[in-house]
């Protein structure tokens, strides 16, 4: 069984940088990884994702080029960079583990969740 355990979320002004952090109770080693995001009142979307190594990533197009996700393997531990943050960008994020080695963008193919970070960026 694995657990996740989201950190590192907050309040931040616009333009500002926050790093989420999961950590994992259980080898996820050979598992991808991925974010997720819920707004209030939306569905839960992708936000990136990242395959058992590392060397494969992909993201949302709304995030693209401010967001970096990546992994220690040897910490069990994924991590979310998120730079030039929007107001837009206010959620509930969730850090995800899939089964599946390689990268998916699809959450119910997403075997465990955490209990998600609560992200605010202020304008």
């Known amino acids: 069984q694995v657990q996740l355990v989201e950190s590192g979320g907050g309040l931040v002004q616009a333009g500002g940088s926050l790093r989420l952090s999961c950590a994992a109770s259980g080898r996820t080693s050979s598992y991808a990884m991925g974010w997720f995001r819920q707004a209030p009142g939306k569905e839960r979307d992708f936000v990136a994702a990242?395959?058992?190594?590392?060397?494969?990533?992909d993201y949302a197009e709304s995030v693209q080029g401010r967001f970096t996700i990546s992994r220690d393997n040897a910490k069990n531990t994924v991590y979310l960079q998120m730079n030039s943050l929007k107001p837009e960008d206010t959620a509930v994020y969730y850090c995800?583990?899939?089964?599946?080695?390689?990268?998916?963008?699809?959450?119910?193919?997403?075997?465990?969740w955490g209990q998600g970070t609560q992200v605010t960026v202020s304008s």
């Open positions: 995800a583990a899939s089964r599946y080695s390689l990268i998916t963008t699809l959450g119910p193919e997403y075997d465990y």
């Open positions: 990242i395959n058992w190594s590392g060397s494969h990533t």
